[in-house]
């Protein structure tokens, strides 16, 4: 018969696992949301004789032209898909949609990496809104990161552990899963404020006029509810690991009698 003591071991290091594995697995997808324009918003822009016009691209790896006409000036803005991580957002467009921005002197880098990019007081590149959602994700990540560092030395911690059958060492497995749950909710409850502010604030990382918010799409994809189940994961780990302290405890404890 298969000692409960080793099906709990067996049950812990697996939850651990899992718990590991959902978790990098999402923080190493690059599309948690995707932000677009709707055509069909746009299209009643499209030879338009007000203040407004729009020439409407169907192609998603292109981009569209919103033209704002102010007094006798009209200012032209290009609007395109976009999709971001936990890290950075990203453009949808193509070589040559880049290549043709660039001749038109609306160049652009193709990535904003919130980690490494985002300075409170240089960056020029950042409405004010933009700023604010930046230091958003840029709070998100430095979350994320303290979980990714929590699962690793987890895992080394939990090895060990069953190794050597050190009662701290499993104790410390368990608190470590906990603290990378505690720190998944606090960035993804950060990352969820940025989602509401894009929804319902229009607020976007770079200028683009009101006008265009009616038109404005923001999806969260699959990610972020795989990485909720993740927490619930590393929690359920937490509660086998600190249940597998106090089960050697009281066995060691036995065995001294």
């Not at 160049?107 to 958003?136: H, I, M, P, Q, W």
């Not at 009616?214 to 249940?243: N, S």
């Amino acid at each position: 018969m298969t000692s409960p003591l080793l099906i709990l071991i067996c049950s812990a290091v697996s939850t651990g696992g899992l718990a590991s594995f959902l978790l990098l697995l999402v923080f190493g997808i690059n599309r948690w949301e995707e932000l677009g324009y709707d055509s069909v918003v746009l299209s009643k822009y499209v030879n338009a004789t007000s203040n407004i016009q729009v020439v409407l691209s169907t192609n998603p790896k292109w981009f569209s032209e919103f033209r704002v006409q102010s007094g006798s000036e009209w200012t032209t803005y290009y609007i395109y898909n976009e999709h971001n991580d936990v890290w950075k957002q990203c453009d949808d467009l193509s070589d040559a949609a880049r290549t043709e921005l660039a001749k038109r002197n609306a160049t652009k880098k193709n990535c904003y990496n919130f980690v490494v990019e985002y300075d409170e007081e240089s960056d020029t590149e950042l409405t004010s809104d933009g700023k604010a959602l930046a230091r958003l994700q840029n709070s998100a990540a430095s979350c994320f990161i303290v979980s990714i560092i929590d699962l690793v030395v987890a895992a080394g911690v939990g090895i060990f552990a069953v190794i050597t059958k050190q009662v701290t060492a499993f104790m410390v497995t368990g608190v470590l899963y906990s603290m990378a749950g505690l720190f998944t909710i606090f960035g993804l409850a950060i990352f969820h404020t940025k989602n509401f502010y894009e929804i319902s604030e229009c607020h976007t990382i770079r200028f683009y006029p009101s006008s265009t918010c009616e038109a404005r799409t923001v999806t969260m994809l699959w990610p972020a509810p795989v990485a909720w189940c993740g927490v619930i994961v590393c929690f359920v780990a937490c509660f086998l690991w600190l249940f597998l302290t106090r089960a050697l405890r009281v066995i060691k404890a036995k065995t001294m009698l």
